[in-house]
């Protein structure tokens, strides 16, 4: 298993500014995701964070929206820029654990409570 | 594109009853399954894995299993307490990423 943390857990902030939300992990780990989850919706994947080059994105979400940084195989960062009340979501770090694809387990951090007004 | 729903959206039992979350994938060609549990404004909680070759995973007064050529999951949860209260939530993985069903919220009244 893996024990992630995530900082901060809750934060409220003002339109037109950024938010960046840190993921630690307390082993090293190849795959980290970030999603975003709407009031009363369930996951949405934003993107794939690769360690050493650019985070891999899903449909609707944009590197100018979502920078994410990913520079050990511990760490990673989201930012989420130019906030609008529409960013406000709990977002969701997770790593992938396990050996091979039909032992991988996903572990998800306690989350970031973000209200934007 | 692979598709996940899950029965009921909603259930509300008395404490000590028996039940069963369903999900259901659209696409059988998955690495595994995993049921998460996740209390309001929390993260998710990972309670059990199914490989693709297994048919089912026991976890305490949780049972999970797997029929994947029908693309059918179930999570039976036993003996149920107020503790249990909380969203289910099941997700299949493959070609490296995870597909969420919009789970299942429980309430075990005392």
């Known amino acids: 298993s893996a024990v992630i943390s995530q900082k901060p857990s809750r934060d409220i902030c003002q339109r037109g500014t950024s938010l960046t939300i840190q993921c630690q992990v307390d082993?090293?780990?190849?795959?980290m995701f970030w999603y975003r989850q709407q009031p009363g919706q369930s996951l949405t994947l934003i993107a794939t964070?690769?360690?050493?080059?650019?985070?891999?994105?899903e449909s609707g979400f944009v590197i100018d929206k979502f920078p994410i940084s990913r520079p050990n195989l511990t760490f990673s960062t989201l930012t989420v820029s130019n906030m609008s009340p529409e960013d406000s979501s709990i977002y969701l770090c997770?790593?992938?654990?396990?050996?091979?694809?039909?032992?991988?387990?996903?572990?998800f951090g306690p989350g970031t409570r973000l209200t934007v007004l | 594109k692979q598709e996940v729903t899950q029965i009921p959206a909603a259930l509300s039992v008395p404490e000590g009853e028996n039940l069963v979350l369903n999900c259901s994938f659209t696409d059988s060609a998955i690495y595994n399954l995993q049921w998460f549990r996740q209390d309001p404004g929390k993260g998710l909680t990972s309670l059990l894995l199914i490989q693709s070759s297994q048919r089912e995973q026991t976890s305490g007064r949780l049972n999970a299993s797997l029929d994947k050529s029908s693309g059918r999951s179930t999570l039976y949860i036993a003996a149920s307490q107020p503790g249990d209260s909380a969203t289910y939530l099941c997700a299949v993985y493959n070609f490296n990423k995870f597909y969420f069903g919009s789970g299942t919220k429980l309430n075990v009244k005392p």
């Open positions: 997770s790593v992938l654990s396990g050996q091979g694809a039909k032992y991988n387990e996903q572990f």
């Open positions: 964070a690769n360690q050493g080059s650019e985070a891999t994105y």
């Open positions: 082993s090293q780990v190849t795959m």
